[in-house]
């Protein structure tokens, strides 16, 4: 079982940063990808952004400019740099790792709570 473990979630103003942090149990290259995603209350979980084991990266357009992914391979860390931060990007944030070729098989962390107030 893979364990992901997050932090760095929070209470914050709109127009403020969190960076959230991602620690994967070994090296992330062992992972075809790793990503966020947000739940908010009532919503369906969406893909906030993905970094790939290539380095690419891709995100959702409601984030694009203002997140930033990115990982530190000697850590075993993806982070998630949120600037600018508006009430409608609170959510609870998880963190997910994906592998295998072709079944993909993800894993999850267990989420942490980001509050934007307005």
């Known amino acids: 079982q893979v364990q992901l473990v997050e932090s760095g979630g929070g209470l914050v103003q709109a127009g403020g940063s969190l960076r959230l942090s991602c620690v994967a149990p070994?090296?992330?290259?062992?992972?075809?990808?790793m990503a966020w995603y947000r739940q908010a209350p009532g919503k369906q979980r969406e893909l906030v952004a993905h970094i790939f084991s290539g380095g690419s990266t891709n995100y959702a357009d409601s984030v694009k400019g203002r997140f930033t992914i990115s990982r530190d391979n000697a850590k075993n860390t993806v982070y998630l740099q949120m600037n600018s931060l508006k009430p409608e990007d609170t959510a609870v944030y998880y963190c997910n790792a994906e592998r295998g070729f072709p079944y993909v098989i993800h894993y999850w962390g267990q989420g942490t709570q980001v509050t934007v107030s307005s």
């Open positions: 070994g090296s992330i290259f062992s992972f075809n990808a």
